[in-house]
Antibody, heavy 118, light 106 residues
């Protein structure tokens, strides 16, 4: 059974840092592009970051220079290091996978809540 | 950046109705479009990718069409389980979601 389990969310002050993790199981992790998508309370979905199988990384403009995505295939894990957090980053963060170009995001985690507030 | 605009934002319908949601892209995205369903407190669920390919396990009452800049998601006969919010997503250039369409009970 495919599972994606996020962790690491919490309450952090503006300017602070958090590191999100996503533990994957039930599939060959190294074969999939991995993404982070967030959703503010009562708001729509917003794509945040991606790391593809080749290791290339991609970011939403508003998080470039502040967020860093990485993966550790040996540990079937995806990470999102978030620095200099702002109130606008408050959201539930989902990790999700994609087989490759042409496919949608077919499995999602349950999400982890990040709250940026003083 | 490619912008995705869905219409309507909210749709009131009854069980058995045929429902159509439209998604427009600010520039051509070929057929690189997906549709997702999301229920409150839950993660999104992939329904359709490549504009019209039904994801495995998704009921056949869901269908997608379109290419270029205009796309539609159709539910042929709305079921109680279908009341939810639907999002389109382009993946021609990076990834962008529409703002969502809430399908509510009339």
């Amino acid at each position: 059974e495919v599972q994606l389990v996020e962790s690491g969310g919490g309450l952090v002050q503006p300017g602070g840092s958090l590191r999100l993790s996503c533990a994957a199981s039930g599939f060959t992790f190294s074969n999939y592009d991995m993404h982070w998508v967030r959703q503010g309370t009562g708001k729509g979905l917003e794509w945040v970051s991606a790391i593809v199988t080749a290791g290339d990384t991609y970011y939403l403009d508003s998080v470039k220079g502040r967020f860093t995505v990485s993966r550790e295939n040996a540990k079937n894990s995806l990470y999102l290091q978030m620095n200099n957090l702002r109130a606008g980053d408050t959201a539930v963060y989902y990790c999700t996978r994609r087989l490759g170009y042409g496919y949608g995001f077919d499995y999602w985690g349950q999400g982890t809540l990040v709250t940026v507030s003083s | 950046d490619i912008q995705m605009t869905q219409s309507p934002s909210t749709l009131s319908a009854s069980v058995g109705d045929r429902v159509t949601i439209t998604c427009r892209a600010s520039q051509s995205i070929n057929s690189w479009l997906a549709w997702y369903q999301q229920k409150p407190g839950k993660a999104p669920k992939l329904l359709i990718y490549k504009a019209s390919t039904l994801e495995s396990g998704v009921p056949s009452r869901f269908s997608g069409s379109g290419s270029g800049t205009e796309f539609t998601l159709t539910i042929s006969s709305l079921q109680p389980d279908d009341f939810a919010t639907y999002y389109c997503q382009q993946y021609n250039t990076y990834w962008t979601f529409g703002q969502g369409t809430k399908v509510e009970i009339k």
